[in-house]
């Protein structure tokens, strides 16, 4: 069964548990960080020595980083729903993940904080 480690509020972490249902696997999620903690402990920090989440062991395949599990499991389980063998389509997601991480969510977090509202006209 797949082990995730992270908190349910956690961006990167809801984003593995979204691609872990889409793809109907069986898993157990780990509270862990924030209020929960246990980033520091040896048992988390020989999984991930940075001491972040999200984090899964599959079978002892142990992967951290969103998006390093993100095509992880899409190679492993999704098939040609989730990861294409031909390089250029994926790169097409790939590039999508990347412009995401370090575009959009940055701006929308940036706008929250200044209070602006995303009305739809």
Same mark, same amino acid.
């Given at each position: ?6 908190? /349910? ?16 696997? +069986?898993?157990?999620? *780990? @509270? ?8 520091? &402990?040896? +048992?988390?920090?020989?999984? %991930? ?7 899964? @062991? @599959? ?5 951290? +980083? ?7 499991? !899409? &190679?492993?389980?999704?098939?040609? !729903? ?5 390089? !250029? /389509?994926? &790169?097409? !997601?790939?590039?999508? *993940? +990347?412009? &995401? ?8 977090? %940036?706008? *929250? ?9």
């Amino acid at each position: 069964m797949l082990k995730v480690w992270g908190r /349910r509020s956690s961006f990167n972490v809801q984003k593995v548990m979204w691609l872990t249902g889409e793809l109907g696997l +069986e898993h157990e999620r *780990i @509270d862990a960080g924030g209020s929960f903690g246990g980033l520091d &402990a040896p +048992e988390f920090r020989a999984r %991930n020595p940075h001491g972040l989440v999200p984090v899964i @062991d @599959d079978g002892g395949i142990i992967v951290w +980083e969103s998006h390093a599990i993100l095509r992880y499991l !899409a &190679a492993r389980y999704g098939g040609g !729903a989730f990861w294409n063998e031909d390089p !250029a /389509r994926r &790169a097409e !997601a790939d590039q999508w *993940i +990347e412009w &995401a991480q370090t575009t959009l969510l940055p701006n929308f977090l %940036n706008s *929250i904080s200044r209070g602006q509202r995303f009305d739809s006209a």
